[in-house]
T-cell receptor, first 116, second 114 residues
């Protein structure tokens, strides 16, 4: 199997606070994990690529100081939204790859973030 | 610059008939294509994929066709079932990226009516 979990599934926070989202590969080791953001009725936009033990690679236009990504182990990556504002409200989804020779990505169930 | 495009935001099909979802891409360097199915407030689930060296891949009711000269792929679902109602995303793998960076289309919402 290839199961990816995310926690929490939803979170509501006040403006100015930081929120951490966890992404775990439950039954395989993920050398690479990806973080996406999806606005309603829109596509999945890749935010960053996270490789275990190294710094994340951010897509153009994504603020790396605002969206902190840590990939400390082969089964866990975290996304921290720092000093969240209402415009950061979105659906955040992670995915994991088994390695450079695998084509598929396996997605987590997503996290709904609402910033008040 | 939208490198992967799904020009139909929605599609409605009668149960038992064929559903055809289309996807166009602009970058001829893409070497692998995938289709994902997504329900609201859930992550996408992998459906079927095709390598650029093939022109067809079939898995049960799902068949993906690739026309490289036209930079076009399509997903056929036969017969369509109400449980197929979801948003379908096509994605293209960017070659040379560690772990396989994907670029997604905008999605097509399929509605299969009983």
């Amino acid at each position: 199997g290839a199961v990816v979990s995310q926690h929490p599934s939803w979170v509501i926070c006040k403006s100015g606070t930081s929120v951490k989202i966890e992404c775990r590969s439950l039954d395989f080791q993920a050398t690479t994990m990806f973080w996406y953001r999806q606005f309603p009725k829109q596509s999945l936009m890749l935010m960053a690529t996270s490789n275990e033990g190294s710094k994340a690679t951010y897509e153009q236009g994504v603020e790396k100081d605002k969206f902190l990504i840590n990939h400390a182990s082969l089964t866990l990556s975290t996304l921290t939204v720092t000093s969240a504002h209402p415009e950061d409200s979105s659906f955040y989804i992670c995915s994991a790859s088994k390695g450079p020779y695998y084509n598929e990505q396996f997605f987590g169930p997503g996290t709904r973030l609402t910033v008040l | 610059d939208q490198q992967v495009k799904q020009n139909s935001p929605s599609l409605s099909v009668q149960e038992g008939r064929i559903s055809i979802l289309n996807c166009d891409y602009t970058n001829s360097m893409f070497d692998y294509f995938l289709w994902y199915k997504k329900y609201p407030a859930e992550g996408p689930t992998f459906l079927i994929s095709i390598s650029s060296i093939k022109d067809k891949n079939e898995d049960g009711r799902f068949t993906v066709f690739l026309n490289k000269s036209a930079k076009h792929l399509s997903l056929h679902i036969v017969p369509s079932q109400p449980g197929d109602s979801a948003v379908y995303f096509c994605a293209a793998k960017v070659p040379g990226t560690q772990g396989g960076k994907l670029i997604f289309g905008q999605g097509t919402e399929l509605s299969v009516k009983p």
